[in-house]
C-alpha cells in the first residue's frame, strides 16, 4: 500500500525537476546596428544609454554601431548563476578563422528579459562586413555549459 507521505514526497520531487528546468536559448536573431539606433530622447537629458528591458553587452563598449544578436532565454536573464558568461564564436566575411568573443554577465540584471550582444567598434570594422556563421554558448564561471545554439552553417562541411 502507497502511504499520503510517499505520494506528497513524489509530488514534490515531480514539480522541482519541472521547477529547474534546463536553460535554453530559445532564438538568435542577428542585424547590423548603427550608433544612431541607440539613442533615446531619455538620454538627451541624462547623458546615459536607456536600455529598457534590453541587456545590452558589447564587445568594445565605448563604440555602439556593429553587429547585435538578440538572444531569448527559456528564463530571464536574472535567473542565470552569479558570473555567467556568454562565449560568442563567429566567421565573418575576411576572416579565415573564427573570432571569439566573452560576454560577462553583470550583477544587476533585474528586469531584463532579452540579451542584446553587441560586436562593435574595430571588432566589427563596417556595415559591409558579412556573417557567414555563429555558435553561442552561456557558461557559468566555471566553464559548465548551460545551454548552447549555433548557426545553420556552423557545422558545414569546409
Partial sequence: MVFPKQILLAGLMLLTSCLHAELKILSVTERYWDQIEFKRVIEYFTGEEFSGRQLILRSNPEKRSGMY??????????????????????????????????????????????????????????????????????RTVDQKLLAQKQSFLWDHEK
Fill in 69 to 138: 544578436f538578440e538572444l531569448s532565454l527559456s528564463e530571464k536573464p536574472n535567473a542565470l548563476p552569479k558570473n555567467s558568461v556568454i562565449v560568442l564564436q563567429m566567421y565573418r566575411s575576411g576572416a579565415l578563422h573564427p573570432k571569439l568573443y566573452e560576454f560577462k554577465m553583470p550583477e544587476d540584471l533585474r528586469e531584463k528579459r532579452d540579451i542584446l550582444l553587441g560586436v562593435t567598434g574595430e571588432d566589427w570594422p563596417s556595415r559591409e562586413t558579412k556573417l557567414i556563421a555563429w555558435r553561442m554558448e552561456v
